[in-house]
């Protein structure tokens, strides 16, 4: 009996073996998104307050977000609570929980209660209760009932009492938000009082005044540093430096960009050694299906790693559009390996850079989407020159320190 070699249906299956290798798991995506959501610097926000009290507003100022998004991101989390995870569900840098319907009858009350003292204690982030008053609101009980049990079973939970709403007792004649920290009489009055009523609770105040562009009050953030000031003060070092970053004076996307992107650089090294593991193979082109299912897998896990869900044919998409070239780049890494011996060396360091590369611009691209911008293709390409510039080097120079190659 003899067998028929057929070469290329043996290439093709071989091809098909090596990308179900790479498939996206969704159990080990799950593994992978536990591992890295357990390492992040994440806080928990609880947010106690009247309706209207301003604790959308506060939501908005420290996330960046637009009211349309704050509004939809906030999701039922029990009958009296909801939540709204930032930037995403799965990795969580910031996570708020509002208050729904405290102070409308003392069942009610109750009842938000033991559902906030059932979340303090299964928590496992850094954690800050956040009291949010108006500054023309005196009737206060029900919200001094539930921050004084909650201080007392929790007495390490910092707590912060945030007085909003200034502009509603400024004079007649103050048209807009005096220097900070306002010095108006019956402002600094009424701030007092309810320092006061909240003394035995917390000693930390931070008076702001959250409005909306077409209120005519600027800043529209008024007391936004001071609050993340205090924020600071009351977390541990690593989630303080989260919030110093997301309030940094540069464009809330580029921050949060940064915050992610170095949460992304954890998936991209494995990838990328894969890749230049396959690039030794000799044999040209026959790898190369190999090599797209490995850097279209990373993208996918990279997206999944910023709440976005992707198919194959849109992570290759997204390929194309931040590669520049993506395709023709791929054919020229494969033609390098004709060249004896010198070739499989030169093929395995760009293989490891270029999908170093297109994982550095990954991140930068779905940075952009959730910090709400539009990606900028010229941009994300020349992060992509730079990081395949500094692998490459970086690549050679390890083969050089090893004997490799001289």
């Keep these: 009996m003899k067998l028929k070699f057929e070469p290329r249906k043996w290439l093709e299956q071989g091809t098909q073996a090596w990308q179900s290798w790479f498939q996206v798991d969704p159990e080990k ?25 301003g604790k959308s507003s506060i939501t908005r100022a420290l996330t960046g977000a637009d009211l349309s998004i704050v509004g939809s991101g906030f999701r039922p989390h ?45 928590g496992k982030n850094a ?3 956040v009291l949010t008053v108006k500054i023309s609101d005196f009737a206060t009980d029900s919200l001094h009932r539930i921050a004084q049990q909650l201080r007392q079973k929790f007495p390490h939970i910092p707590c912060l009492l945030v007085i909003t709403c200034l502009h ?12 900070y920290p306002p010095n108006i009489p019956l402002l600094q009055e009424a701030a007092q009082a309810l320092q006061a009523q909240f003394a035995d609770i917390t000693a930390n105040t931070v008076l702001v005044d959250f409005t909306l562009a077409e209120d005519g009050f600027e800043p529209v953030f008024y007391g936004l540093g001071e609050l993340g ?13 989260i919030i110093h970053q997301l309030l940094d004076e540069k464009e809330i996307s580029t921050q949060l960009g940064t915050v ?3 949460v992304g650089r954890r998936s991209i090294l494995p990838f990328a050694i894969m890749a230049a593991t396959l690039a ?57 390996k004709f060249i004896p011996v010198l070739g499989n060396v030169m093929s395995a360091s760009w293989s ?6 297109l994982g550095e611009g990954a991140c930068v691209y779905f940075g952009d989407l959730i910090g709400g911008k539009k990606p900028n293709p010229d941009r994300i390409r020349q992060v992509i020159q730079d990081s395949f510039q500094e692998n490459s080097r970086k690549f050679q120079q390890q083969l050089m320190a090893q004997g490799k190659i001289s």
Excluded at 82 to 103: C, E, R, S
């Design 29 to 53: 995506l799950k593994e992978i998104l536990a591992q890295i959501r357990s390492q992040l610097p994440t806080t928990e926000v609880v947010l106690m307050g009247k309706p209207q009290a």
């Design 78 to 122: 029990t009958r009296h609570t909801q939540q709204y995870a930032f930037p995403t569900d799965d990795l969580p840098l910031l996570i708020f929980t509002d208050t729904v319907g405290l102070g409308e009858t003392s069942q009610d009350t109750d009842a938000i209660y033991q559902e906030l003292e059932a979340q303090l204690a299964q």
């Design 127 to 129: 954690q800050v209760l």
């Design 168 to 179: 509603e007792v400024y004079p007649a004649s103050q048209a807009n938000h005096p220097p």
């Design 229 to 241: 000031t205090a924020l600071e003060q009351l977390l541990p070092e690593a989630e303080a430096g």
């Design 260 to 262: 992610y992107r170095n």
């Design 280 to 336: 030794i193979v000799p044999l040209p082109f026959a790898t190369m299906p190999v090599l797209i299912a490995i850097q279209t897998t990373m993208v996918i896990l990279i997206g999944r790693l910023y709440g976005q869900t992707l198919s194959p044919a849109q992570a290759g998409g997204i390929l194309t559009t931040i590669g520049g070239g993506f395709l023709a780049r791929l054919v020229g890494q494969q033609l390098i």
């Design 352 to 357: 490891f850079a270029y999908t170093w590369a």
